[in-house]
């Protein structure tokens, strides 16, 4: 019986697989209305998302073949939903991502960065936690965690081994000095007298030695705290770096996407700018939280011996040593490295200025003036297109290589090669089923019945239902990934909103960055799992100080939208554009 258990649970993918889309059959053909239907594709896509069954980027197509055949949208306008200009847009973010990390100068900014901060526990940590924050808004959070656990660790081990010296040579210095002394004092000595100092003496060794094991047994718990505090400090910073841009994570882009699509009117309200002008402010207030979090269970509240107070040893010197040392390997600044920081800043101009809201901006005055032209994604695809124009060397038209030839002209900054190795391509195909999934609700009057059966909602406080979606989301995104998370549920609190009259914003918004905070499970995220096998974690570990953080971070949200959230959206108003559900 055991072993045909064992065997059904190795296959258990293979009957998720056959078994569900079976099962839920009886729904539309119990209710063969357009909505059952539809249900019936989203209720089948959520079960393949959470079990895995199939790859992620495969249950995002079966819109394609669903929709179709159950007659809710022809198999030309359900396509249509995978490359739309939000899916552009984060085209030319990882583009400009994967052109960052080719030529290494995310490690550059980083190095410097900790070079700045020191090396003393709590400025090393916030240090390492700010950096990877930072990255983390431009490039993927599985790059910047990848790339900094390294480093805190070469630092760590560097910190932990200088100390360990520092106290051998102590012991040593001891010890020396004893035996002087006792050889001075034994010349005028009786043999008795010599005997009981020699006991004396064998004492004195057997306590300095468990003195020294004590001590080694100390510093090695302090640095095994430390490096747990660091490697959940790293890898939650990138889970939260990740929300203050708009091409920060997968599901800021998704949550764009569902707004155009489900309220095509609303005059382009989400963009670069709002995005970043809601949610860098929390970000910050989020990261500090959770270093004091972090820096409470893991390192204490010891200002004197974690800030240092302007004291620096030998162990900090030799520690500052290293991050030098891996700084200097770099070289000098590339022609290439100095190309890519010139066009990523210009992008980053670029997207603030296009739309800033409180005037007109540069694509309002030149190409937008009766209609929504030039978008975010316009620009992020123009300016990653540079990489594929520009050289990586600075040209020289009289150049020659070794053998007298005329050289070869340099390679551009990025090749498709590379792009083809280091792109998500899977990201796109979810992103699309998302908005496929979207667009087929609308279509099929889901939308419509979801938002009517959702109206004895209109009774519970906005804020209660926001706190409310908030805590659902992020216990779910724990189990499921990001942006399956995201792709259910938008469309979901969009079609609430519009029933019980609320902002789509106001509870939208809140959910989106909930999605993002997943720090219990080694399992939610491609960071956690990182730290987790770098850190000399425990599952238990990691839960009990995501657990806080997750309750941390909801409360932070919905602080941010009752505040400045309400001042930039106007979110205590329903607005017109959000009152757009038709029936079928």
Partial sequence: MAGFLRGLWSYRNYIVIVLAPLLLLLLPLLSPTPQAKCGYVIILMALYWCTECIPLAVTAL?????FPMMGIMDSNEVCIQYLKDSNMLFIGGLLVAIAVEHWNLH???????????????????????????????????TASTAMMLPIANAVLQQLCDTEANAEERDHNRSAAMDGQDNQALEMGDTKESQELRQRAIDMEVCDRSLEAELSRLKRERKYLNLTKGMSLGVCYAASIGGTATLTGTTPNVIMKGQIDELFPENGGIINFASWFGFAFPNMILMLILSWLWLQLIFLGFNFKKTFGCGTKNEADREAFQVIKDEYNKLGRMSFAEGCVLTIFTLLVLLWFTREPGFIPGWATVLFNKDKTYVTDGTVAIFMATLFFCIPSKLPRCCGRSEDGAPAEAPSPLLSWDVVHEKMPWNILLLLGGGFALAHGSEKSGLSLWLGESLVPLQSIPPFAISILMCLLVATFTECSSNTATTTLFLPILASMATAIKIHPLYVMFPCTIAASLAFMLPVATPPNAIAFSYGNLKVMDMAKAGLVLNIVGIITINIAINTWGVSMFQLNTFPSWANVTKAP
Avoid: E
């Fill in 107 to 141: 490690r550059r900014i980083a190095l410097q960065v900790m070079l700045l901060v020191g090396v003393k526990p709590s400025l090393l940590m916030i240090g390492f936690m700010g950096t990877t924050a930072f990255l983390s808004m431009w490039i993927s959070n």
């Fill in 62 to 66: 079966l819109p394609v073949i669903l």
